[in-house]
C-alpha cells in the first residue's frame, strides 16, 4: 500500500500538485509508520534493503515538506521534525535488526529544555535543511545550498585531519565551515 501511495505522491509532485503530494506521501509514511515493527520482525531473508526501499520515501518526503512556500508554518515543520526522528529510529532498527527504543522514545519537546537548542540537520541530495528548536519559541527553518555529496567529502576529509598529531591550517578551514554550515 506505502508504495501505490508513494507513485500516487510522486505523480502528484511531478504535476506540481505540492499541497495534495503532501497529503498522499503523509499516508504513505502513516503507513510504514504502521508496519514498522512488522517489518523488523521478519527473518532478515525476507526484510528488503532498507536503503533502496524505505528510506528514498522518508527524504522525497521531507524535501516536499520542506520545500513548501510556507516557511512560517510551525505544524509542517513539527512535521518534518518527526519524519526526520522516524527515519533515524527505521534506521536503526533496519541497522540492528531490532526494534530499538520500543515504548521507550520521548519527544523532544517533553525533554525539559531549559537553556538548550537542538538542531536537526537533514540532509537532501542538493541542499540541507536546519530545523532549529529554540526553548519557548516556534520551530526555525534554516537552507544551507551544501549537497549532500560535498557535506559528506568536506566532513571525511576533515576527519582525516583530525587525526594528524596536529591540526593543519586546512583542517582548522575546513572545521570551520563546517561549523559555518551547521551552527552559525
Not at 509514511?29 to 525476507?46: C, E, I, M, N
Not at 532498507?50 to 521531507?62: A, D, I, K, N, S
Not at 524535501?63 to 509542517?76: G, P
Request: aromatic share 8%; proline share 4%; glycine share 6%.
Amino acid at each position: 500500500t506505502y508504495r501505490w501511495q508513494w507513485q500516487l505522491g510522486r505523480i502528484l509532485k511531478a504535476q506540481n500538485q505540492k499541497e495534495q503530494a503532501v497529503q498522499v506521501y503523509g499516508g504513505a509514511y502513516a503507513t510504514l509508520q504502521s508496519l514498522r515493527s512488522d517489518l523488523v520482525a521478519t527473518s532478515p531473508d525476507l526484510q528488503f534493503s532498507f536503503r533502496e526501499g524505505v528510506e528514498p520515501l522518508y527524504r522525497e518526503f521531507l524535501d516536499l515538506l520542506l520545500s513548501l512556500d510556507q516557511r512560517e508554518d510551525d505544524q509542517r515543520l513539527q512535521l518534518a521534525r518527526q519524519v526526520i526522528e522516524s527515519l533515524r529510529l527505521a534506521e536503526l532498527d533496519n541497522f540492528f535488526r531490532t526494534a530499538c527504543l520500543e515504548g521507550q522514545s520521548v519527544a523532544i519537546d517533553a525533554v525539559d529544555q531549559t537553556a538548550t537548542a537542538v538542531i536537526h540537520p537533514i540532509l537532501l541530495a542538493d541542499r540541507m535543511e536546519l530545523i532549529l528548536s529554540l526553548p519557548g519559541e516556534p520551530l526555525q527553518q534554516y537552507t544551507v545550498p551544501v549537497s549532500r555529496e560535498q557535506l559528506e567529502a568536506q566532513t571525511a576529509q576533515w576527519l582525516r585531519e583530525l587525526g594528524k598529531p596536529l591540526t593543519s591550517p586546512q583542517g582548522r578551514q575546513l572545521g570551520e565551515e563546517l561549523y559555518g554550515w551547521l551552527i552559525a
